[in-house]
Each structure stands twice: as structure tokens, then as C-alpha cells.
């Protein structure tokens, strides 16, 4: 299958520390990359220099051959990427629909002047948008409250309208940043089959997560980073078997994988 | 409603919202707005007709060319406080110089009417051009900046703005000022016969229709997915930019054209005082306008529109305090921005919302 993601050697450093360091990374088209790795491993920063937050310092990454390194963040979405925030990041004092409304940015067609005086094009790309928000809202089972400010939603509610409003850029590369962070365990089996469902429609996933449960029965391959740099890379069975893995999640050589994971 | 459906819907396996998604199963809260409402475009014409009929009778329920006048002052601060609304409340960038804008307007308009003898008209859509081009060089000077950093560098340029008026003066003729300005030309409007924008109602009728006009315009914009966009910046640029959204390009936006629309209020300030000073566009025409959107309700439509209204009558109506006018003002203005942080719209809305709860209507 074609690579959709490839990065090679990324690096960035905060001051006195090497945040990420010689990430190399191909995923597939179509397929489910973990990250994992202890905490301060680097996941996040990766993700922000991934999706545009941040700017490498060096290495290369490409998104379908499209080169991003030197990229905003905004001309990273117009080439197909979505990414979802550790810390919830939804606009809180809008409404559902409004938030997922603000995902479709990037797709409106309506001549200039009728956004001035509302026209037939106007009318018929309103009533589009609002339909495709609603099924994106129907698709995380948050139709009911597109009414209600995001604000007032419960914390794995707010995971789910993050995936809502970044799926409404129609995303080829789907980036979450911990999904299952705060979720209760049946929120977290709604996710994994939520995710499923959305690689089945054949957009690209990169999930950091901790939560390994979901890791080992939603990823094709799993990344494992530890101190800004790459671990090992595998498959969830592989990576359970990994010794260097359990080491970095426990701090000792203990050779019993089901202890750690 | 028409359109295909998104890719990402499975029609068949859509979970119905309670049943297939435990998420949605768990909430109890109801609903703030039903979901068919936030759906369905509002119906807006009568308000809009409400609102011509106001304009029409008003200037025969306030009689006097006084309180005409205060009229005219009171329909030009409808357009100030829109056109601050749009970048604070719309777009959340805080601009604490909006009157620099307003000025620029009544200068370039004034000085082509005066010193180069372009007609009213001409000179109306150059000082617009001028004031709009102003506010992009500063959303671009200002573009990195945020919160309280852009807040002190809009005021700076309002401050630069003054100190150029007060001292250019072979164009502006400084703090002497400029006099002897002249209202719009009289229209010939068919059967109503001529107006003369020297009567304070004619030009309220003028200036009162425009700002219908800019509040129709601003009222399409925020319900587009212009205003999507303005409000996703508001709310969380970061977020706003891993949608798309430009966030420089469109704060310039927002700026820019609210610089416009105050631009296009400073046409009409110079005609209808007679002079021209800088001292009328100084720091704390700003903080008035800030207050108008603040009082009213920031990021609501009708909410600048009722502060401009009530700030402008407010101090007239005081009249009968003497001294202590600007004390109550003040005092009121604080109490004000106390017990109804959210503006009078807001305050207005949650009253509506306990008469619903009590089934009084």
C-alpha cells in the first residue's frame, strides 16, 4: 500500500531538552499507527510538529508527497490532515453544530457577494453543511444536543465532538491526541468501534494513546517512543513481547510482558 | 433539506442516539436550543421592517433640532460600536482604537471635500478605502500579537493616528482645526421632494438608513460561515488553525472591514458638527465605543446597536444631575458591567429563560 505519512529524522529541542529526536516514521494509507511511550516520552511534541503547532528544527515530513516541514498548521489541513488535542481544545461557548460547522471551513462554495446577500448558492451549501454536520454528529451520537454549548458537555462527550468537528475537514490523515484520556469504559468501547468505523471509511489514523487496551485492539502497528526517541516499532503482539518497552514503562529489566501491558 | 450525505455517514449503522452510543445514553440535561431550531434560518424580515418604522417615526417623537442632533450622534455610534463588535466580539481580538479609524475617516473625507473639491460622494467610498487599507497595515503590523499585547499596540496606533492630526498641519491644520464643513448635498428623491442634510432629521434618516444597511450586511456575514470562521479564531486560534482557518488572514479581515465601517461614520461626523478637530478622536472615544459593545452584548447582533443607543441617551437624560452627571454615569456604566457581564442581551435572554421556567409569558 502507499505510504500517506512519512517522516525522516525529526528533531526539536525546548531549551536544555531534546523533546523528540530521529523520529522516522511511514505509515500506510488506510492503516492505525499508536504512539506510546511514558510520559515526557515526546508523543505530544511529535504530534504538534506533525500537525503544524510547532516547526521542526530538523528532518523532513511529507503527507502524500506533499512536503509540510515549514508548513502553519492551516496549509497542513488543506492538505488533509485533523488532529484532535490532549488538552480538549473544542470553542466552548459555541453551540455542537457550530463547532462541527467550523470544521467544514475549508469546503464552502459560495460566490463572494452572496455571503453579503444571501443567495441560491448560499441557501444550498447552508442547508449542505448543516446536513453533513449533523451526521457527523449523529456518527459520535451527539445529534440530540446540537443545540447545547460545548461547554456543557461531559469531559468524554467533549472527546467526541473534537473527533466530530475535526472529521467535518474531511481529513485524509486523522491525528487523535489521547481519545481515551478521562473515559469511562464503555465511552472507550464506543471509541475504539467510532475508530474502527472511521478507518473502514478510509482515513489514515496516528493515535497516541495510553490506554493499551485500546492500543493493542485498535492499531495495525505501534510506535514506541522514550525520551524523545524511537524505541522500537512493531505490532501490538511484537511490541508486548518487546523487553526494551517494559523496561521503559517500569524502570526495571523485568521479563514478564503481561506485568506491563 | 438537500444535499449528499458526508462520507462518513453509515446510513444503516448510524447509531441512533441513545441506543448505540453509551455516550449519548448518559446525558440528562436539557436541551438549551432544540436541534431543528438551530437548524432552520431564522425568519428576519420583521424585524428589519420594525426597524425602518422606527427609523421613519423616531425624528417625529424626539422634535427639536437638539435632540435631532442627538439623534444623528446616536445612529453614527451604531456604526462605531458594529463596527468594534465585529473585531471584539466576532473575532475576539482586543482593539482599543477603534476611534483612530472613525478619525481617519472624517479627515480624508474632509480634507478631499475642502482641499481638493471632490463631491460628498466620491469622497465617502476614498475615505472608506483609507481607514479599511489603515486597519489591514494594522492587523498586519499587530498579526502575532494576542490579548492585552494587541490591545496596548491598537492603542498605541490610535495614539500615533492623534499626534499625526495634531501635527501634520499644512493637511489638518492641527489643533486650530478645520471649519466652516458642510453637510452632504441635498438629494432630490423623487416624490418626497428634496432633502436637505442640513436639517439633523434628514441626516439622521441618512445616516440611520446606512447603519441598517451595514447591520444587514454585518447580520448575513455572522451567520455564514464567515462568521463561523471569525467566531472558531475567537474562541481558540490553535484550535481554528488545525480546521483551516487562516487565523492572520481572517483577524485582518475582521479589522480591516471594521476599520471600514468606522471609517464610513467619520464621513459623516465633520458634515454635521461644522469643524473639524483632533481632539473629537482622542483615546477615550475608544473606551466610549468599548463600552457601547460591552454594555450592549459582546458577539450579539442587536447587542452594540442598544449600547450605542443607551449611551447616547444615557448622558442627556442625566442632564438633570449638573456635576454629578459623569459621577452617575460612571456608576452606572460599573454597575452595568457588574450584574450583567454577558450586556443587556444576555441579561434579557436569561430573564426570558426564567419566565419560560415559571410558564409566564
Not at chain 2, 469622497?123 to 492585552?148: D, K, Q, S, Y
Not at chain 2, 441635498?186 to 451595514?214: D, K, Q, R
Request: proline share 6%; aromatic share 8%.
Amino acid at each position: 500500500m502507499a505510504i500517506l505519512l512519512k517522516t525522516v529524522d525529526l528533531r526539536k529541542r525546548f531549551g536544555g531538552v531534546q523533546a523528540v529526536q530521529g523520529v522516522s516514521l511511514s505509515v500506510e494509507e488506510r492503516s492505525i499507527l499508536a504512539v506510546i511511550g511514558p510520559n515526557g516520552a515526546g508523543k505530544s511534541t511529535l504530534m504538534n510538529l506533525l500537525s503544524g503547532v510547532y516547526q521542526p528544527d530538523a528532518g523532513s515530513l511529507e503527507l502524500a508527497g506533499h512536503r509540510m516541514a515549514g508548513l502553519p498548521a492551516h496549509r497542513r489541513a488543506r492538505l488533509g490532515l485533523a488532529r484532535t488535542f490532549q488538552k480538549i481544545r473544542l470553542f466552548r461557548q459555541l453551540s455542537l453544530l457550530d463547532n462541527v460547522l467550523a470544521g467544514a471551513h475549508l469546503h464552502h462554495q459560495i460566490p463572494l457577494w452572496q455571503y453579503a446577500l444571501p443567495a441560491g448558492r448560499f441557501w444550498s451549501d447552508w442547508a449542505r453543511s448543516r446536513d453533513e454536520a449533523m451526521a457527523l454528529l449523529e456518527f459520535v451520537g451527539l445529534a440530540g444536543r446540537a443545540g447545547e454549548r460545548a461547554g456543557a458537555l461531559s469531559y468524554g462527550e467533549q472527546r467526541l465532538l473534537e473527533i466530530a468537528r475535526a472529521l467535518a475537514t474531511r481529513p485524509r490523515l486523522f491525528m487523535l491526541d489521547e481519545p481515551a484520556a478521562g473515559l469511562n469504559a464503555s465511552e472507550v468501547g464506543f471509541l475504539l468501534e467510532r475508530l474502527r468505523e472511521i478507518r473502514a471509511r478510509g482515513i489514515t489514523l496516528v493515535v497516541v494513546e495510553h490506554n493499551m487496551d485500546l492500543v493493542m485492539n485498535l492499531a495495525d502497528r505501534v510506535f514506541v517512543m522514550d525520551r524523545g526517541v524511537p524505541l522500537f516499532e512493531g505490532t501490538p503482539a511484537a511490541v508486548q513481547r518487546e523487553s526494551r518497552v517494559i523496561e521503559a514503562y517500569l524502570g526495571v529489566d523485568v521479563n514478564r510482558p503481561e506485568v506491563a501491558l | 433539506m438537500s444535499g449528499a450525505l458526508p462520507p462518513l455517514t453509515p446510513p444503516e449503522r448510524a447509531p441512533s442516539a441513545a441506543a448505540a452510543s453509551p455516550v449519548a445514553a448518559s446525558h440528562a440535561l436539557p436541551s438549551s436550543e432544540p436541534a431543528e431550531r438551530v437548524l432552520r434560518p431564522p425568519l428576519r424580515w420583521p424585524g428589519y421592517v420594525a426597524a425602518l418604522l422606527l427609523i421613519a417615526l423616531l425624528p417625529f417623537a424626539l422634535k427639536g433640532a437638539y435632540w435631532q442632533g442627538i439623534l444623528v450622534v446616536c445612529a453614527m455610534n451604531v456604526l462605531l460600536a458594529m463596527s468594534l463588535n465585529l473585531v471584539i466580539g466576532d473575532c475576539g481580538q482586543l482593539n482599543l482604537g477603534q476611534s483612530a479609524f472613525f478619525a481617519i475617516g472624517a479627515y480624508v473625507s474632509t480634507v478631499l471635500l475642502k482641499s481638493h473639491g471632490w463631491p460628498f460622494w466620491w469622497a465617502v467610498p476614498a475615505a472608506i478605502l483609507a481607514a479599511g487599507a489603515l486597519g489591514l497595515l494594522l492587523a498586519a503590523f499587530a498579526a502575532r500579537l494576542r490579548g492585552h499585547y494587541l490591545g496596548i499596540a491598537s492603542l498605541g496606533f490610535a495614539v500615533i493616528v492623534y499626534q499625526v492630526l495634531v501635527n501634520w498641519e499644512s493637511v489638518t491644520q492641527g489643533v486650530r482645526g478645520i471649519y466652516g464643513i458642510r453637510p452632504p448635498p441635498p438629494m432630490t428623491l423623487g416624490p418626497l421632494g428634496v432633502i436637505e442634510f442640513s436639517n439633523p432629521a434628514h441626516l439622521f434618516y441618512l445616516v440611520a438608513l446606512i447603519a441598517l444597511l451595514v447591520y444587514g450586511v454585518l447580520d448575513n456575514l455572522m451567520r455564514s460561515p464567515v462568521g463561523e470562521t471569525l467566531r472558531s479564531i475567537r474562541e481558540d486560534e490553535i484550535s481554528a488553525a488545525s480546521l483551516g482557518v487562516n487565523p492572520a488572514r481572517w483577524k485582518a479581515f475582521s479589522v480591516g472591514l471594521g476599520a471600514a465601517i468606522a471609517g464610513l461614520a467619520g464621513c459623516f461626523y465633520p458634515g454635521f458638527v461644522g469643524t473639524l478637530v483632533p481632539d473629537a478622536f482622542s483615546i477615550v472615544e475608544s473606551f466610549t465605543m468599548l463600552a457601547m459593545v460591552i454594555v450592549g452584548g459582546l458577539g450579539t447582533r442587536v447587542g452594540p446597536v442598544i449600547g450605542a443607543v443607551v449611551l447616547t441617551f444615557l448622558p442627556e437624560l442625566l442632564r438633570d444631575f449638573g456635576d454629578w452627571r459623569l459621577m452617575v454615569y460612571g456608576i452606572a456604566l460599573t454597575l452595568c458591567v457588574l450584574f450583567m457581564p454577558g450586556g443587556m442581551v444576555q441579561a434579557w435572554q436569561l430573564v426570558r429563560a426564567r419566565w419560560a421556567r415559571q410558564g409566564v409569558h
